[in-house]
């Protein structure tokens, strides 16, 4: 009788793992088990009543590197490639991004150049800060903050400007408490191996081998700097979905997990709820730490007159996976506080024999993000690029704002609406909490409101706004985070345990990342490298 294997969690990174183990030569027997009654995670994308897409989660995948291209293949594999939405090299979209500093927008310098004429927000040419990281020692500690880094290699504006701005926008976090080993493995590693980042990135450009593919070698020529899906990334999740159904993987929707324990046999017992699962090998691919429920101050009565996609039958009522509710069109007052299930969390899974790994993984913290879309009509832009950030120093709320219609104009709609998206929180809703203030969908609301009028000059009011409250969404790799995963391979090892570490937890947040986290997953459990 063949292996069983469980994975927990329907997000990318599950699905993608299941998606692995069920290409093997000699595939085992495959259970994916997700809480909520919906796959892909936090990859969720809403159509309006005009046709246009919100995307509620992630808007765009890059496409640059190996772990770029193994997701371009991923996607070909799946019979998507008609389906993809290229940002090319030559479009303002790849090649113009801003700050927004001192009450303007700033467009970030590129090229040789950019770099040696005066840039504001910086007080002079960035030519200075690249001699004085070229100049610049090799750092002596095993790990050091993002903004520690920064500063030591390439001067306090670039580490309080550029580097604070980057890291609220990946990670909405605080780069004085990032990880620079950790959230950008690539920069450490270059001064580690070279001495220099600069000399280390440009030693190390195109080195890793990729895989080729028609739509990979389309990629690489048009220099793409990231894609989308026709209809919204949630078309990922759904084509994976798919095709695990005609690999015969089991997919067991709505069964939230409640423990995991270990046999006298050495195999796991799955709780969940009434009943169990047996398996030989667990792959956890929900969350290493959070809340387990949250009360989220948002009615419950639906996005009226949008659809999630593939999702008809339940779009009245937002699932726990997009962590909150959502209103379009002109702002309702919360009628009712819902509680809403967040995922499991894999540091309360594990049984109590345990306990050493799970106290590591309750340390990885997370951040929530409140998602807010917004559509104009007969609005245009002040400039035309991929968005802007803000840094700390200027609004501690604002993350930065994405303009979406620039990107992927072809989901604009019928008629076409100038869509922008608004990040707001990370640390600043920690400091809203701490306090003992309530992240109502009003504030929310007219906080994107007033930073898409004060930061873009969209005065107007929005035709539609959608607002989703994401909880404990993006984890937070802090200062010493390599030790907590040293700890945890080490722990699982010396036990021996049949359990393998996926997802955003660990190494990586972003979608390719996690593709990569679930392939290399099936890979251990397999013992050997996976199909493509």
Known sequence: MGRT??????????????????????????VLVEGSERLGGWIRSVRGPDGAIFELGPRGIRSAGALGARTLLLVSELGLGSEVLPVRGDHPAAQNRFLYVGGALHALPSGLRGLLRPSPPFSKPLFWAGLRELTTPRGKNPDETVHSFAERRLGPEVASLAMDSLCRGVFAGNSRELSVRSCFP?????????????LGLLLRAG??????????????????????????LEMLPQALSTHLTHRGVSVLRGQPVSGLSLQADGRWKVSLGDSSLEADHVISAVPASGNGTAALPFPNQGEEGYRSLGQQDHAASPSWSSGGGAVSGRLRKPQHECL???P???????????????????????????????QYRQARLPVQGF?????????????????????????DGSPPGLRVTVMLGGSWFQTLEAKGSALSEEMLQQQAQEAAATQLGLKEPPSHCLVHL?????????????????SATQFLAAHRLPLTLAGASYEGVAVNDCIESGRQAAAQVLGSEPSS
């Open 5 to 30: 294997v469980v994975v927990l969690g329907g997000g990318i990174s599950g699905l993608a793992a299941s998606y692995y183990l069920s290409r093997a030569p000699c595939a085992p027997k495959v």
């Open 186 to 198: 690539s920069l450490f590693q270059a001064e580690q191996t070279h001495r220099s980042v600069l």
């Open 207 to 232: 080195r890793s081998s990729q895989p080729d593919s028609a739509i990979i070698r389309q990629a690489r020529a048009e220099r793409w700097s990231q894609w989308s899906l026709r209809g919204g």
């Open 340 to 342: 809403c299930l967040l």
């Open 344 to 374: 499991p969390v894999l540091s309360q899974l594990l049984p109590a024999d345990t306990a050493p790994l799970a106290r590591v993984l309750s340390t990885i913290t997370a951040v929530s993000v409140a998602v807010v879309n917004l």
């Open 387 to 411: 968005g802007h950030l803000v840094p700390s120093s200027e609004d501690p709320g604002v993350l930065g704002i994405v303009y979406d219609s620039v990107a992927f104009p072809e989901q």
């Open 470 to 486: 994401h909880r404990n969404c993006i984890p937070q790799y802090t200062l010493g985070h390599w030790k907590k995963l040293e």
